[in-house]
């Protein structure tokens, strides 16, 4: 899929001249070491999937085995009424969520998203389980406005004009 990057990156074959694992082999085989065909073949499907013009690093490319979702799709997630997948469930249950939505800057909100994330892909690849997804709630509509004394809204709305100084029969001026 990568052959120009992966060469550059990893050295065209995992052995050297004399048949021992280079560093990169070493690594790449801790990575896939334990992982069944079905899961590798995941792996690969998300690679081809996700359009990426470089490999994926050690670490990602596992989290696509397991099927994970990257940190932007979770992000993505976290918003109101959105479907979550069970790992962005996984990683609302992390997050103590006060204090992520009290935040007062997207930095804090980022840095203790991107804690949660990491931990649940650590709890995932440990064998932890997934919980189910769950499904968007739907936005509250806004509720049509019934004025019930039209005569004391006119009033009202007449004394706000006056003392904000808009003036004229209708409020505006």
């Not at 990602?60 to 992000?75: E, I, N, Y």
Request: aromatic content about 6%; proline content about 7%; glycine content about 10%.
């Amino acid at each position: 899929m990568f052959p120009g990057t992966w060469s550059r990156q990893n050295g065209a074959a995992p052995f050297d001249d004399e048949a021992h694992l280079t560093t990169a082999g070493e690594t790449w085989l801790q990575v896939i070491s334990g992982m069944t065909p079905r899961q590798l073949s995941a792996g690969l499907a998300a690679c081809l999937r996700s359009g990426l013009q470089w490999p994926p690093n050690p670490p990602r490319f596992r989290a696509m085995c397991f099927g994970l979702p990257s940190l932007a799709q979770v992000q993505q997630e976290m918003a109101p009424s959105k479907m979550q997948c069970g790992f962005t469930v996984l990683v609302r249950s992390i997050l103590d969520l006060h204090v992520y939505n009290a935040a007062d800057d997207g930095f804090q909100q980022q840095r203790m998203l991107t804690d949660a994330y990491d931990r649940a892909v650590a709890h995932v690849m440990e064998g932890g389980e997934v919980p189910a997804a769950v499904a968007a709630l739907e936005a509250p509509k806004a509720d049509d406005l019934t004025v019930r004394n039209p005569d004391a809204a006119r009033e009202a709305m007449r004394q706000a004009a006056a003392e904000l100084g808009f003036g004229g029969a209708h409020g505006a001026g």
